[in-house]
């Protein structure tokens, strides 16, 4: 007997404002942190302090770090709900359950960019 019991309309209802809020496609917090970053970026062209472009430079790689992980683990958590929704609404339990275990692992995203094609001369 299964022990899930998933509403599949709610869950899409969540996952696509929660992909709304995170700026899949535009907006949300991945606006706000290409924004943040282009601030930052035009305050290091703009300061004639070493300590201060030091200190900007160092905030920007600990931001850009910390963001970028932030992004892609949620991604990887809207991915799974998916994933995992999906499966469960097919009836098939255990591929729910994995995509259940590797939601947030970023181990279900496609991280790799396709390779170059060549252009035909």
């Not at 030091?54 to 850009?64: N, P, V």
């Amino acid at each position: 007997m299964s022990q899930w019991d998933i509403d599949v309309y709610g869950v899409s209802l969540v996952l696509s404002d929660l992909s709304d809020q995170l700026g899949v496609d535009g907006g949300g917090f991945m606006s706000t942190i290409d924004s943040t970053s282009d601030g930052v970026d035009m305050a290091l062209s703009n300061v004639k302090s070493p300590p201060v472009e030091s200190a900007l430079s160092d905030f920007l790689g600990h931001f850009t770090t910390e963001t970028d992980a932030m992004f892609t683990r949620t991604l990887s958590c809207l991915q799974g709900v998916n994933e995992a929704t999906l499966a469960y609404n097919e009836g098939q339990e255990e591929m729910a359950a994995e995509a259940q275990r590797q939601a947030g692992t970023t181990e279900n995203l496609d991280m790799n960019p396709p390779p170059p094609t060549e252009s035909p001369h």
